[in-house]
């Protein structure tokens, strides 16, 4: 094989861009096949929250990794693999009105779930998340006096 790879390119110019263009549709192809499979794969994310009240200053959070199970087309899986492992959930949007009064939250696996469903980058790929809650406590600041 090394010694027809070795006369091939030493041949003229014309074999030698024919084996190249052979190769490139060769990788293409199988670049094509392996990305249009179905994968299931995990990824560990930090979990960190933001737009937090400015009274409300984090004190404990239980968990700060959290594993999220995906499944997807290789190509869709692919921007996942590439996107930074930080997982900022937003205060306004995935907690309650009741759950913003209390200075300690439980935010059930259920609840995680649908929140990551209506993001983008998640959007039909998220099956499943192994963490049963995460709990989060909250200081209350002192108002500044003017």
Excluded at 7 to 23: A, E
Excluded at 116 to 142: Q, T
Aim: hydrophobic letters at 35%; proline letters at 3%; glycine letters at 4%.
């Amino acid at each position: 094989m090394k010694q027809f790879l070795y006369r091939l390119l030493q041949k003229p110019k014309g074999n030698r861009n024919y084996f190249l263009l052979c190769l490139f549709i060769a990788v293409t192809a199988w670049f094509t096949m392996k990305m249009s499979k179905t994968y299931r794969v995990s990824y560990a994310y930090q979990v960190c929250l933001k737009n937090v009240p400015e009274e409300k200053h984090p004190i404990y959070q239980s968990d700060s990794t959290i594993t999220l199970n995906m499944e997807g087309k290789g190509l869709s899986l692919l921007g996942a693999d590439l996107r930074s492992k930080r997982l900022q959930l937003d205060y306004e949007s995935l907690l309650t009105d009741y759950q913003k009064q209390r200075n300690v939250v439980h935010i059930q696996n259920r609840q995680l779930m649908d929140y990551l469903n209506r993001e983008k980058r998640f959007e039909g790929k998220l099956s499943g998340v192994n963490v049963n809650a995460i709990s989060f406590r909250f200081e209350e600041l002192p108002k500044e006096r003017d």
